[in-house]
């Protein structure tokens, strides 16, 4: 069974810093890796898609990045704003969707 | 329409009630996923639909989770003689040909 992991769990910066949050799997046989952010009482907003072929997908301020072969993927954050405080999700899709628990993201002003 | 429309938004049931969950996909997308999240925690996957075919339904919790998607559109989750433990959100989720998962907003559920 797929397992998704991500860390940290929550991270608290200040404005202005670039940072980096992980998700690791554990079966690399994967049709597509997707983030996600959820700000408290909403739905999933997906931010990126990277597909199994590709190595990273870029938009914006966001870039996230695919390894299929170490069952990692790192998304990274430049330039941090308040407005990007959120649970930031990873899952991977076979069939299903697979998700990590998240890491709460706090950028302070 | 824009956005995968799911309701009611918030159900405060008693235990032992019948629930029923609507979800409104985005209009042409093939595939309908259910996912329940706890507070705190990861969606958890329930069932995945392809047009009205129900092709996954391992993640259902026990035989009082049901899901339909008769006409491979608007999809309803139905739970039978709620207990404490199913309070969660409900979150619906659709995607087309690409894998793209688009979300609606959620169902709290709240069973007392």
């Known amino acids: 069974k797929q397992e998704v992991t991500q860390i940290p769990a929550a991270l608290s910066v200040p404005e202005g810093e670039n940072l980096v949050l992980n998700c690791s799997f554990t079966d690399s046989a994967i049709y597509n890796l997707q983030w996600f952010r959820q700000d408290p009482g909403k739905g999933l907003t997906s931010l990126l898609l990277?597909?199994?072929?590709?190595r990273e997908q870029t938009s914006g301020r966001l870039n996230a990045s695919l390894d299929k072969s170490s069952g990692r993927s790192t998304l990274y954050i430049a330039a941090s704003q308040p407005g990007d405080s959120a649970t930031y999700l990873c899952a991977v899709r076979p069939n299903d969707m697979r998700f990590g628990a998240g890491t709460r993201l706090t950028v302070k002003p | 329409g824009a956005g995968v429309s799911q309701s009611p938004r918030y159900k405060v049931a008693k235990r032992g009630q019948d629930v029923a969950l609507r979800c409104d996909p985005i209009?042409?997308?093939?595939?309908l996923f259910w996912y329940q999240q706890a507070l705190g925690q990861g969606p958890e996957f329930l069932t995945y639909f392809q047009n009205e075919a129900q092709l996954d339904k391992s993640g259902l919790p026990s035989d009082r989770f049901f899901a339909e998607r008769p006409e491979g559109s608007v999809s309803t989750l139905k739970i039978q003689r709620t207990q404490q433990e199913d309070s969660a959100v409900y979150l619906c989720?659709?995607?087309?040909?690409?894998?793209?998962?688009?979300f609606g907003e959620g169902s709290r559920l709240t069973v007392l």
């Open positions: 990277i597909q199994s072929s590709q």
């Open positions: 209009s042409g997308h093939v595939s």
């Open positions: 989720a659709s995607s087309p040909g690409t894998g793209e998962l688009f």
